[in-house]
């Protein structure tokens, strides 16, 4: 199997379930990712256990990245298949670091992956 993440060399830190790692092409500067050690390809087939490893490790890198960058805020996103924008076949968590004017409107967050759902409809 040639796949990516089943090795962990590039490791910042870790648990027996999962590490986390660099991006190699950051969204912005301290982007991570989160990595369960067991090849399995979809966020929904990790186990209880992994869900809990990654979890924890999502709060360690924060407070690294805290420390490290101050950002001024987070978004965390998991692509799952391809049509969500899945390009490795193992599932991995992204932690991408956010700071204030990264981006002309952060409003919606995570929904801008479908641009023209990026803001709120206005209530009536």
Known sequence: MDC???????????????YVKWDLYPVSPGH???????????WFDLTPAEHAAVSELIGRAKIH???????AGYNIGVNCGEAAGQTVMHAHLHLIPRYAGDVINPRGGIRAVIRAKQDYPQAK
Do not use: Q, T, W
């Not at 991570?32 to 090849?39: A, D, E, Q, S």
């Not at 990245?65 to 950002?71: E, G, K, Q, R």
């Open 4 to 18: 990516p993440f089943c090795s962990d060399d590039a490791c910042l830190f870790g648990n027996d379930l999962a």
């Open 32 to 42: 991570v990712l989160i990595i369960p050690r067991r090849h399995v390809s979809s």
């Open 65 to 71: 990245l805290d420390a490290a960058y101050s950002p």
